[in-house]
């Protein structure tokens, strides 16, 4: 059993479109990460958020983290083909526990 | 680009051999990880590594073992492979386990026939 879930695990949408990804989880985390992962590539490092409530935005994405620690979203305004990719969060601990993943197809 | 090479990138092998999959930084980070990655379920850990010969088994450690002697190289071993085995295996590394950054290899894609 994962301790994150994420949703949707797949999302087909045009470019232009606006979108939001959740990762939940019952367990609290002290902070959380998002990857970004391309086809035959390993994940890379998109952003960690660390207090309750937190915002933070990276161009067109945006990261909040939940008040309560346990819950995260990721919202991408204007949608581009490149932005095409496997979206991962990850909470902190000795290891890091991913979520199942968000599979983003941005069709041009 | 964080210096992980992970050996081999592509591997087939039969059902009940053993097979070795390795993971070499050059970062010197404390932390070694290794994941397996299948649709549908994200990354999974396997196990993972805190310093030279310290270890500690992760989600899906069960047919798996690992080893650390250096700094620098993490070894997975697969002791009898399965099927069930087939999978695109992740090393990643970090400083200071899941409070920092990970950064991970290229990947490993693991056929068992």
């Known amino acids: 059993t994962q301790l994150l879930e994420q949703s949707p695990q797949f999302l087909s949408i045009q470019e232009g479109e606006n979108l939001t990804v959740y990762c939940n989880s019952s367990?609290?985390?002290?902070?959380l990460q998002w990857y970004r992962q391309e086809p035959g590539e390993g994940p890379v490092l998109l952003v960690t958020?660390?207090?309750?409530?937190e915002v933070k935005k990276l161009k067109r994405l945006t990261f909040q983290f939940g008040d309560a620690r346990k819950d995260s979203s990721l919202h991408i305004t204007a949608a581009q083909p490149g932005d095409t990719g496997l979206y991962l969060c990850?909470?902190?601990?000795?290891?890091?526990?991913f979520g199942t993943g968000t599979s983003l197809t941005v069709i041009p | 680009d964080a210096g992980i090479t992970q050996s081999p990138r592509h591997k087939v092998t039969e059902t009940g051999t053993p097979v070795t999959l390795r993971c070499h930084q050059t970062e010197n980070h404390r932390y070694m990880y290794w994941y397996r990655q299948d649709p549908g379920h994200g990354l999974r850990l396997i196990h993972y590594?805190?310093?030279?010969?310290?270890?500690d088994k992760g989600e899906v450690s069960d047919g798996y073992s690992v080893s650390r002697s250096k700094t620098e190289d993490f070894l997975l071993t697969l002791e009898s492979a399965t099927s069930s085995q087939t999978s695109v295996y992740f090393c990643a590394i970090s400083e200071s386990g899941g409070y920092t950054e990970a950064f991970f290899g290229q990947g490993t894609r693991l056929t068992v026939v």
């Open positions: 367990s609290v985390f002290s902070s």
């Open positions: 990850a909470g902190s601990g000795n290891q890091f526990y």
């Open positions: 958020v660390v207090t309750g409530g």
């Open positions: 590594s805190y310093g030279v010969k310290d270890t």
